[in-house]
């Protein structure tokens, strides 16, 4: 059972799409992708790969897209990212951002769930069971939730105190394998 369907069931509530007031930002001036590859709270969900991804969609001659990276002022700054929006949206602006976009790619955060309320195309990183908390609102054929092979290791759960009982979290979201990352991006685009 996924999230806001548990949430749901226990208070009641429907489960609608939400009203979200944005405020306009300047845009890129051609199409763009939304990217939020760091995560300062929690460890688990860094994934040391992204440098990868990104270098792999440049190359690709088919990807004709402005990366933007969104996320907090001190984020760690990828390579090659196109345009830097570090520290420069609130909640409002990154809807409008996100709503603009193409697609976004990311971790298990705020910005995944905004593409989801937008319909947009994505593909997200979970280091625990994407099922459950991975975009609600989406076409099933529209994103792809990944996450590390349970088979192997158990899921990091919700907690950030989790962490001190595991011996390596942040290696589990690194079992996903960047080329997978990026085939995934290139079909949602068409590319």
Same mark, same amino acid.
């Given at each position: 059972?996924?999230?806001?369907?548990?949430?749901?069931?226990?208070?009641?509530? $429907?489960?609608? !799409?939400?009203?979200?007031?944005?405020?306009?930002?300047? +845009? @890129?001036? %051609?199409?763009?992708?939304?990217?939020?590859?760091?995560?300062? %709270?929690?460890?688990?969900? /860094?994934?040391?790969?992204?440098? !990868?991804?990104? #270098?792999?969609? +440049?190359?690709? @001659?088919?990807?004709?897209?402005?990366?933007?990276?969104?996320?907090?002022?001190?984020?760690?700054?990828?390579?090659?990212?196109?345009?830097?929006?570090?520290?420069?949206?609130?909640?409002?602006?990154? $809807?409008?951002?996100?709503?603009?976009?193409?697609?976004?790619?990311?971790? =298990?955060?705020?910005?995944?769930? +905004?593409?989801? &309320?937008? #319909?947009?195309?994505?593909?997200? +990183?979970?280091?625990?069971?994407?099922?459950?908390?991975? @975009?609600?609102?989406?076409?099933?054929? #529209?994103?792809?939730?990944? /996450?590390?092979?349970? %088979?192997?290791?158990?899921?990091?759960?919700?907690? &950030?105190?989790?962490?001190?009982?595991?011996?390596?979290?942040?290696?589990?979201? =690194?079992?996903?394998?960047?080329?997978?990352?990026?085939?995934?991006? *290139?079909? *949602?685009?068409?590319?």
């Amino acid at each position: 059972m996924h999230l806001i369907e548990s949430y749901a069931l226990a208070s009641g509530a $429907a489960i609608e !799409k939400c009203f979200i007031k944005e405020r306009k930002i300047d +845009l @890129p001036f %051609k199409k763009y992708i939304t990217f939020h590859g760091w995560c300062e %709270k929690s460890k688990y969900r /860094q994934y040391s790969h992204w440098q !990868k991804v990104i #270098d792999n969609l +440049l190359s690709n @001659p088919g990807f004709d897209y402005e990366i933007v990276q969104i996320g907090e002022l001190n984020d760690f700054k990828y390579n090659n990212v196109n345009v830097n929006y570090l520290g420069k949206t609130n909640f409002l602006s990154l $809807a409008f951002l996100i709503k603009n976009s193409e697609l976004h790619l990311g971790f =298990d955060s705020f910005p995944v769930h +905004l593409a989801s &309320h937008y #319909d947009k195309k994505i593909v997200a +990183l979970y280091p625990q069971y994407a099922n459950n908390t991975g @975009p609600f609102f989406n076409k099933k054929n #529209d994103w792809f939730a990944l /996450q590390p092979d349970t %088979k192997m290791s158990k899921p990091v759960w919700f907690s &950030h105190k989790t962490e001190a009982r595991m011996t390596s979290p942040s290696d589990r979201i =690194d079992l996903i394998k960047h080329e997978l990352v990026t085939k995934l991006i *290139l079909k *949602l685009l068409q590319i």
